[in-house]
């Protein structure tokens, strides 16, 4: 059973910049396909972004390509996501998961099979 933990997430203003983390404890965290989604209220999980084992293909949802950067380092058992000129509309819990299937780069929610418990970003106009 992997545990994820994500951490990093606060109020920005709308231009600026966040970094996410999302810590892995058990399981082979570096075969994982890691991907981070988000849900605003009232609203279904969407995908952000999505990157395979070694890091070497990445997946991102158009809203974000160009803004957010996912990235990872196996030595930490760590996923991140770089976030830059944020919009208020980026405003949402931002969850990690992870993925068994070996170099998926899926954006459904339904084929993640561990997720973190959540962080809070908000982005004020």
């Known amino acids: 059973q992997v545990q994820l933990v994500e951490s990093g997430g606060g109020l920005v203003l709308a231009g600026g910049s966040l970094r996410l983390s999302c810590a892995a404890s058990?399981?082979?965290?570096?075969?994982?396909?890691m991907g981070w989604f988000r849900q605003a209220p009232g609203k279904e999980r969407e995908f952000v972004a999505a990157?395979?084992?070694?890091?070497?293909?990445?997946n991102y949802a158009d809203s974000v390509k160009g803004r957010f950067t996912i990235s990872r380092d196996n030595a930490k058992n760590t996923v991140y996501l770089q976030m830059n000129s944020l919009k208020p509309e980026d405003t949402a819990v931002y969850y990690c998961?992870?993925?068994?299937?070996?170099?998926?780069?899926?954006?459904?929610?339904?084929?993640?099979?561990?997720w973190g418990q959540g962080t809070q970003v908000t982005v004020s106009s």
């Open positions: 998961a992870a993925d068994r299937t070996i170099l998926s780069l899926t954006n459904r929610p339904s084929e993640y099979d561990y």
């Open positions: 058990r399981g082979t965290f570096s075969i994982y396909t």
């Open positions: 990157i395979t084992g070694n890091g070497g293909r990445t």
